[in-house]
Protein backbone atom coordinates (compact mmCIF):
# COMPACT_ATOMS: atom_id res chain seq x y z
CA UNK A 1 0.00 0.00 0.00
CA UNK A 2 1.39 3.58 -0.73
CA UNK A 3 0.92 6.02 1.93
CA UNK A 4 0.79 9.44 1.42
CA UNK A 5 2.30 12.13 3.77
CA UNK A 6 0.55 15.83 3.37
CA UNK A 7 2.73 18.90 4.62
CA UNK A 8 1.82 20.70 6.11
CA UNK A 9 -0.39 20.29 8.71
CA UNK A 10 -2.21 23.61 8.42
CA UNK A 11 -0.85 26.65 6.37
CA UNK A 12 -2.21 30.08 7.57
CA UNK A 13 -1.93 32.33 4.71
CA UNK A 14 -3.75 36.04 3.72
CA UNK A 15 -5.88 36.52 0.17
CA UNK A 16 -3.67 36.95 -2.73
CA UNK A 17 -0.66 35.15 -0.98
CA UNK A 18 0.25 31.84 -2.73
CA UNK A 19 0.08 28.53 -1.34
CA UNK A 20 2.24 25.59 -1.90
CA UNK A 21 1.29 22.37 -0.39
CA UNK A 22 3.51 19.23 -0.42
CA UNK A 23 2.53 15.39 -1.29
CA UNK A 24 5.27 12.21 -0.18
CA UNK A 25 4.56 9.00 -1.03
CA UNK A 26 6.28 6.24 0.44
CA UNK A 27 6.81 4.38 -3.15
CA UNK A 28 7.32 5.62 -6.74
CA UNK A 29 3.31 6.77 -7.95
CA UNK A 30 2.67 4.88 -11.19
CA UNK A 31 2.50 7.04 -14.29
CA UNK A 32 2.24 10.12 -11.70
CA UNK A 33 -1.71 9.07 -10.67
CA UNK A 34 -1.70 11.81 -8.31
CA UNK A 35 -5.06 13.78 -7.50
CA UNK A 36 -5.76 16.70 -5.72
CA UNK A 37 -8.91 17.49 -3.89
CA UNK A 38 -10.43 20.34 -2.13
CA UNK A 39 -12.97 20.05 0.49
CA UNK A 40 -14.79 22.49 2.24
CA UNK A 41 -17.06 21.74 5.19
CA UNK A 42 -19.80 19.61 4.91
CA UNK A 43 -18.92 19.04 1.14
CA UNK A 44 -17.68 16.07 -0.92
CA UNK A 45 -14.03 16.58 -2.24
CA UNK A 46 -13.68 18.14 -5.27
CA UNK A 47 -11.51 17.27 -7.85
CA UNK A 48 -8.87 20.01 -8.79
CA UNK A 49 -5.68 18.29 -10.74
CA UNK A 50 -5.26 14.59 -12.12
CA UNK A 51 -2.40 13.15 -13.26
CA UNK A 52 -0.23 15.32 -11.23
CA UNK A 53 -0.72 18.61 -13.11
CA UNK A 54 -3.52 18.08 -15.28
CA UNK A 55 -6.27 20.57 -14.51
CA UNK A 56 -9.67 19.36 -13.87
CA UNK A 57 -12.82 20.65 -16.13
CA UNK A 58 -13.43 24.30 -14.49
CA UNK A 59 -10.64 24.47 -12.19
CA UNK A 60 -9.10 28.30 -12.44
CA UNK A 61 -5.54 28.09 -13.25
CA UNK A 62 -4.05 29.51 -10.28
CA UNK A 63 -4.49 26.10 -8.87
CA UNK A 64 -1.77 23.94 -10.73
CA UNK A 65 0.12 20.89 -9.63
CA UNK A 66 3.43 19.43 -10.33
CA UNK A 67 6.32 16.45 -9.70
CA UNK A 68 6.60 13.03 -10.23
CA UNK A 69 7.82 9.76 -8.58
CA UNK A 70 7.14 10.35 -4.70
CA UNK A 71 7.12 14.27 -4.80
CA UNK A 72 4.20 16.13 -5.50
CA UNK A 73 3.17 20.01 -5.09
CA UNK A 74 0.12 21.45 -5.41
CA UNK A 75 -0.04 25.11 -6.06
CA UNK A 76 -1.97 27.97 -5.51
CA UNK A 77 -1.02 31.17 -6.94
CA UNK A 78 -3.09 33.66 -5.18
CA UNK A 79 -5.53 32.96 -2.85
CA UNK A 80 -8.88 33.62 -3.56
CA UNK A 81 -11.35 33.95 -0.14
CA UNK A 82 -12.92 30.63 -1.29
CA UNK A 83 -9.81 28.48 -1.73
CA UNK A 84 -9.71 28.54 2.17
CA UNK A 85 -10.34 24.85 2.48
CA UNK A 86 -8.59 21.13 2.73
CA UNK A 87 -6.86 19.63 0.54
CA UNK A 88 -6.12 15.89 -0.20
CA UNK A 89 -3.99 14.27 -2.40
CA UNK A 90 -4.95 10.70 -3.72
CA UNK A 91 -2.71 8.54 -5.46
CA UNK A 92 -5.23 5.64 -7.84
CA UNK A 93 -2.18 4.29 -9.81
CA UNK A 94 -1.22 1.03 -7.20
CA UNK A 95 -4.52 -0.22 -6.07
CA UNK A 96 -6.44 -1.50 -4.20
CA UNK A 97 -6.31 0.71 -2.32
CA UNK A 98 -6.52 3.71 -3.64
CA UNK A 99 -5.26 5.91 -0.79
CA UNK A 100 -5.35 9.52 0.36
CA UNK A 101 -3.29 11.78 2.12
CA UNK A 102 -4.37 13.02 5.96
CA UNK A 103 -4.67 16.52 4.71
CA UNK A 104 -3.39 20.37 4.48
CA UNK A 105 -6.12 22.92 6.04
CA UNK A 106 -5.18 26.32 4.29
CA UNK A 107 -6.73 28.69 6.46
CA UNK A 108 -7.23 32.58 6.46
CA UNK A 109 -4.38 34.25 8.56
CA UNK B 1 -22.81 14.51 -15.98
CA UNK B 2 -23.37 11.65 -13.85
CA UNK B 3 -25.21 12.02 -10.43
CA UNK B 4 -25.42 9.95 -7.36
CA UNK B 5 -27.86 9.79 -4.65
CA UNK B 6 -26.93 7.64 -1.77
CA UNK B 7 -29.38 6.63 1.42
CA UNK B 8 -28.98 4.06 4.36
CA UNK B 9 -29.71 3.96 7.88
CA UNK B 10 -28.14 6.39 10.35
CA UNK B 11 -27.92 5.16 13.09
CA UNK B 12 -26.22 1.57 14.04
CA UNK B 13 -25.50 -0.23 17.50
CA UNK B 14 -22.50 -2.34 17.77
CA UNK B 15 -22.06 -5.67 16.03
CA UNK B 16 -25.01 -4.23 13.33
CA UNK B 17 -24.30 -4.30 10.16
CA UNK B 18 -24.15 -1.07 7.93
CA UNK B 19 -26.19 -1.01 4.65
CA UNK B 20 -25.83 2.31 2.37
CA UNK B 21 -27.28 2.42 -1.43
CA UNK B 22 -26.43 4.76 -4.17
CA UNK B 23 -28.42 5.24 -7.49
CA UNK B 24 -26.80 6.59 -10.73
CA UNK B 25 -28.45 9.30 -13.22
CA UNK B 26 -26.65 10.24 -15.97
CA UNK B 27 -23.63 8.68 -17.75
CA UNK B 28 -23.27 5.33 -18.76
CA UNK B 29 -23.70 2.92 -16.39
CA UNK B 30 -21.72 0.07 -17.50
CA UNK B 31 -18.94 2.58 -18.58
CA UNK B 32 -17.36 3.06 -15.02
CA UNK B 33 -16.21 1.91 -11.77
CA UNK B 34 -18.26 2.45 -8.73
CA UNK B 35 -16.53 3.33 -5.33
CA UNK B 36 -16.94 3.72 -1.22
CA UNK B 37 -15.41 5.89 0.52
CA UNK B 38 -15.41 6.84 4.14
CA UNK B 39 -14.50 10.26 6.13
CA UNK B 40 -14.29 9.94 9.67
CA UNK B 41 -15.59 13.02 11.95
CA UNK B 42 -12.70 15.35 11.86
CA UNK B 43 -10.38 13.14 10.06
CA UNK B 44 -9.11 12.18 6.03
CA UNK B 45 -10.56 10.02 3.68
CA UNK B 46 -10.57 5.68 3.53
CA UNK B 47 -11.11 3.76 0.54
CA UNK B 48 -13.14 1.05 0.93
CA UNK B 49 -13.76 -0.21 -2.54
CA UNK B 50 -15.08 -0.35 -5.30
CA UNK B 51 -17.29 -2.39 -8.21
CA UNK B 52 -17.57 -2.57 -11.90
CA UNK B 53 -20.55 -3.09 -13.90
CA UNK B 54 -19.45 -6.86 -14.32
CA UNK B 55 -19.28 -6.85 -10.45
CA UNK B 56 -15.53 -7.39 -10.33
CA UNK B 57 -14.55 -5.76 -6.77
CA UNK B 58 -11.52 -4.69 -5.00
CA UNK B 59 -11.44 -3.85 -2.11
CA UNK B 60 -9.25 -2.59 1.20
CA UNK B 61 -7.35 -5.07 2.55
CA UNK B 62 -7.66 -3.26 5.92
CA UNK B 63 -11.70 -4.07 5.50
CA UNK B 64 -11.64 -6.69 2.96
CA UNK B 65 -13.15 -9.22 5.38
CA UNK B 66 -16.69 -6.50 6.67
CA UNK B 67 -17.07 -5.55 3.10
CA UNK B 68 -19.34 -6.54 0.38
CA UNK B 69 -20.37 -4.29 -2.58
CA UNK B 70 -22.54 -5.22 -4.89
CA UNK B 71 -24.62 -3.81 -8.69
CA UNK B 72 -27.88 -3.77 -9.40
CA UNK B 73 -27.51 -3.04 -13.00
CA UNK B 74 -31.41 -3.25 -13.42
CA UNK B 75 -32.13 -0.46 -11.42
CA UNK B 76 -28.77 1.36 -11.91
CA UNK B 77 -28.02 1.46 -8.37
CA UNK B 78 -24.90 -0.10 -6.26
CA UNK B 79 -25.04 -0.91 -2.61
CA UNK B 80 -22.27 -1.44 0.42
CA UNK B 81 -22.88 -3.30 3.68
CA UNK B 82 -20.07 -3.75 6.42
CA UNK B 83 -20.42 -5.71 9.01
CA UNK B 84 -19.60 -6.09 12.23
CA UNK B 85 -19.41 -2.19 13.09
CA UNK B 86 -17.89 0.01 16.03
CA UNK B 87 -17.81 3.04 16.71
CA UNK B 88 -14.22 3.07 14.60
CA UNK B 89 -16.60 3.16 11.45
CA UNK B 90 -18.33 5.94 12.28
CA UNK B 91 -18.00 8.15 9.38
CA UNK B 92 -19.51 9.89 6.59
CA UNK B 93 -19.69 7.37 3.40
CA UNK B 94 -19.61 8.59 0.37
CA UNK B 95 -20.22 7.00 -2.76
CA UNK B 96 -18.48 8.22 -5.59
CA UNK B 97 -16.99 6.42 -9.44
CA UNK B 98 -14.20 7.16 -11.70
CA UNK B 99 -13.76 5.90 -15.06
CA UNK B 100 -11.12 3.17 -15.27
CA UNK B 101 -8.99 1.58 -12.47
CA UNK B 102 -6.07 4.67 -13.93
CA UNK B 103 -8.29 7.26 -13.21
CA UNK B 104 -9.21 9.59 -10.20
CA UNK B 105 -12.75 9.72 -8.38
CA UNK B 106 -14.62 12.32 -10.44
CA UNK B 107 -17.95 11.98 -9.02
CA UNK B 108 -19.18 12.04 -5.46
CA UNK B 109 -22.62 11.59 -3.23
CA UNK B 110 -23.85 14.00 -1.03
CA UNK B 111 -22.21 11.54 1.88
CA UNK B 112 -24.51 9.36 4.32
CA UNK B 113 -23.25 9.95 8.08
CA UNK B 114 -23.12 6.91 9.93
CA UNK B 115 -22.72 6.58 13.58
CA UNK B 116 -22.22 3.46 15.44
CA UNK B 117 -23.30 3.67 19.40
CA UNK B 118 -24.74 1.55 21.86
Known amino acids: EIVLTQSPGTLSLSPGERATLSCRAS???????LAWYQQKPGQAPRLLIY???SRATGIPDRFSGSGSGTDFTLTISRLEPEDFAVYYC??????????FGGGTKVEIK | QVQLQQWGAGLLKPSETLSLTCAVY????????WSWIRQPPGEGLEWIGE???????NYNPSLKSRVTISIDTSKNQFSLRLSSVTAADTAVYYC????????????WGQGTLVTVSS
Open chain 2, 96 to 107: ASRTTVTTPTDY
Open chain 1, 51 to 53: DAS
Open chain 1, 90 to 99: QQYGSSPPVT
Open chain 1, 27 to 33: QSVSSSY
Open chain 2, 51 to 57: INHSGST
Open chain 2, 26 to 33: GGSFSGYY
